[in-house]
């Protein structure tokens, strides 16, 4: 789901940053509804509510579909604003030394935009990650539910619920780990 977050949410970006006339708008109508409707609440539109009118997905697609559409809303936000902290003056530079729009962005702005974007990306990947806890809604068998179910057999929710908070701590752990790795890494060539 985040590669297709990260694909959706750079077109977006870009449409939006572009200002093309009509996808502009519609990149922003979609960012405004999928940013201002709850996870849960898109999840049960796609899974429950777009059968009564013919379009039926399996559990996983339905799941994939939204948690993409989600997520993708917030990553174009953070890349757009990350090509919009880029000052002007280096596209400048970069028009006077004769290369096009494509190579401009390709090797100038998008560089620097990607390690700005890299915290909020970050986050909204550790987001996704505990937002699968959701999934269960719609009949996935995902560390939530798979919680649930023992806890109905040990009658023991507790005990169960603090594992599986832990374990989710462990992954957000991780990959804030490697998150901060990768700045360091992006960051690497900057002068302190």
């Known amino acids: 789901s985040f590669v297709f977050a990260l694909i959706l ?43 009564k009118i013919g379009i039926t997905f399996e559990a996983w697609t339905a799941a994939i579909i939204t948690l993409s559409l989600n997520t993708g809303a917030y ?31 390709g090797r100038v702005i998008a560089p620097q935009a990607y390690r700005i974007a890299l915290p909020p990306l970050g986050n909204d990947f550790i987001d996704l990650v505990k937002g699968t806890s959701l999934l269960s809604t719609i009949t996935i068998a995902e560390l939530f539910m798979t919680g649930q179910q023992i806890a109905s057999r040990t009658y023991e929710p507790l005990i169960m619920y603090v594992q599986v908070a832990f374990i989710y701590l462990i ?22």
Do not use: C, D, H, M
């Not at 174009?76 to 494509?102: F, H, V, Y």
């Not at 992954?171 to 890494?185: G, N």
């Open 9 to 51: 949410g750079t077109l977006t970006a870009l449409v939006r940053y572009g200002r093309v006339p009509v996808l502009s708008q519609l990149g922003l109508l979609y960012v405004w509804v999928f940013r201002g409707t709850p996870l849960l609440v898109q999840l049960f539109i796609v899974f429950f509510g777009l059968p």
């Open 75 to 105: 990553a174009s936000e953070a890349i757009r604003a990350s090509i919009s902290s880029i000052p002007k003056g280096q596209w400048e530079a970069a028009q006077t030394l004769n290369l096009t729009g494509p190579q401009i962005f």
């Open 171 to 192: 992954i957000s752990t991780v990959l804030t780990a490697l998150q901060s790795w990768l700045e360091k890494r992006t960051s690497a060539y900057i002068a302190k």
